[in-house]
C-alpha cells in the first residue's frame, strides 16, 4: 500500500528537550515536505526537500532541521524544542514539486511543555 | 501576510444541495491550485486541482473554478453528502518551485 508514514504519532516533552520525527514514503517520491497545522494559521510549510540531500526552506524554518540521506526519508528535528512549537505536524511527500498534488502522513500531535 | 485566505472559517449545507467554498489570493504569481480535504485525526488527501490556463476543472462531483482577474477560486460539491463534512484546505504554488501556501481551512458540514 502506498503511504506516508510518520513517528510517534503522538509526543509529550519538555522544553529543550531534542526530539526527532520521522517520516518515510514507500512511493519512491522525490519531493517531500514538513508543515506545521495550528488554529486559524492553518499548513504552514517548515520545509521541503527535491531529492536526496537537497532541502530548503519553507515559510517557518526558524527552530527546525531536517536531513534528506535516503530518498524515502525525511526526518524533522528539534534541536531545542519550545512551547510555540506545539502543533500538529504532517510530512508530505510527491513525485515532483509543483504542481503535483502530495500524499500526506497521518500527522504528528506535539506538544513541548 | 496570508497569500491565500479562506475567509469563511465554516460552513453548513443540507444533503443533496449544492457546498461552495471559496479561496482568495493576492499572489499573481499563483499558476497552480489545489483543494485538500482533511477529516480528524487524518491526513489532508487531495481531491482537485486547476491550472491558471483554465478556468474550470471537474472531476465527478467536484468542479473547481478560477477567476484569475479576481485572484478567487471555488469549489462546488453537488450533490453534498454527509460524508463530505470535513476541513477543506485550497493551495497556490508557482509551477516549477517547491513551495506550497495554503489558506486556513473552512469546516464543512453536511446535513443528513
Known amino acids: 500500500e502506498a503511504q506516508v508514514t510518520q513517528n510517534p504519532r503522538y509526543l509529550i516533552t519538555v522544553t529543550g528537550k531534542k526530539l526527532t520525527v520521522t517520516c518515510s514514503q514507500n512511493?519512491?517520491?522525490?519531493?517531500m515536505s514538513w508543515y506545521r497545522q495550528d488554529p486559524g494559521l492553518g499548513l504552514r510549510q517548515i520545509y521541503y526537500s527535491m531529492n536526496v540531500e537537497v532541502t530548503d526552506k519553507g515559510d517557518v524554518p526558524e527552530g527546525y532541521k531536517v536531513s534528506r540521506k535516503e530518498k524515502r526519508n525525511f526526518p524533522l528535528i528539534l534541536e531545542s524544542p519550545s512551547p510555540n512549537q506545539t502543533s500538529l505536524y504532517f510530512c508530505a511527500s510527491s513525485s515532483h514539486g509543483a504542481p503535483y498534488e502530495q500524499y500526506f502522513g497521518p500527522g504528528t500531535r506535539l506538544t513541548v511543555t | 501576510d496570508q497569500q491565500v485566505k479562506q475567509n469563511s472559517p465554516s460552513l453548513s449545507v443540507q444533503e443533496g444541495r449544492i457546498s461552495i467554498l471559496n479561496c482568495d489570493y493576492t499572489n499573481s504569481m499563483f499558476d497552480y491550485f489545489l483543494w485538500y480535504k482533511k477529516y480528524p485525526a487524518e491526513g489532508p488527501t487531495f481531491l482537485i486541482s486547476?491550472?491558471?490556463?483554465?478556468d474550470k476543472n471537474e472531476d465527478g462531483r467536484f468542479t473547481v473554478f478560477l477567476n484569475k482577474s479576481a485572484k478567487h477560486l471555488s469549489l462546488h460539491i453537488v450533490p453534498s453528502q454527509p460524508g463530505d463534512s470535513a476541513v477543506y484546505f485550497c493551495a497556490a504554488s508557482v509551477g516549477g518551485t517547491y513551495k506550497y501556501i495554503f489558506g486556513t481551512g473552512t469546516r464543512l458540514k453536511v446535513l443528513a
Open positions: 512511493m519512491n517520491h522525490e519531493y
Open positions: 486547476i491550472s491558471s490556463i483554465k
